[in-house]
């Protein structure tokens, strides 16, 4: 094994910190869904499908540098919110979460001077800039639009998410 065992079990815990993320996301798309708002479910859907991504990258960083794989139990994601506001609110808070459980663990590959698993951070490093930074305008646009004109800002927010590739 490469990765020391703190960084292993950190890692870990990372994978089932991204499932708990896609689980959320699968509940704020049921949300969206249920209030008929297609494209929001669907940039919800979405969003699940990256945060499981997310933990098979972990997963399979795991395998490749010979570490054990334990998967944590995972929390069971908020079930309703009362606004678009809250749901997205709750998405945005949950990637600043995110961001930090991320910069923990560079803060254990510095430490331990584990330049292998640094570079395989670094794209979750800049991958919670976008995250964060889409979160945010997707917040600030709900707010703008406000409870009667979520029909209209539903036909734009497909647009916040680059297309695959870049």
Do not use: C
Not at 89 to 98: P, S, T
Not at 147 to 156: A, G
């Amino acid at each position: 094994m490469i990765i020391s065992k703190k960084l292993q079990d950190a890692i870990n815990t990372q994978i089932g910190n991204e499932l708990g993320a896609s689980l959320q996301y699968l509940q704020i798309a049921a949300y969206f869904d249920a209030e008929t708002l297609p494209n929001l479910t669907q940039f919800f859907f979405l969003q699940s499908d990256e945060e499981r991504a997310h933990a098979m990258k972990f997963l399979h960083y795991l395998l490749e540098v010979g570490a054990q794989v334990a998967v944590p139990a995972v929390a069971a994601p908020k079930v309703s919110f009362s606004s678009a506001e809250e749901a997205v609110g709750a998405a945005l808070k949950w990637e600043k979460e995110v961001t930090q459980q991320i910069y923990d663990l560079v803060e254990i590959a510095n430490e331990e001077k584990d330049f292998i698993s640094q570079r395989f951070l670094d794209y979750y490093v800049v991958e919670q800039l976008e995250e964060i930074s889409m979160m945010d305008t997707l917040l600030n646009m709900v707010k703008k639009a406000g409870d009667k004109n979520m029909f209209m800002l539903d036909n734009h927010v497909l647009a916040l998410r680059a297309p695959e590739g870049e």
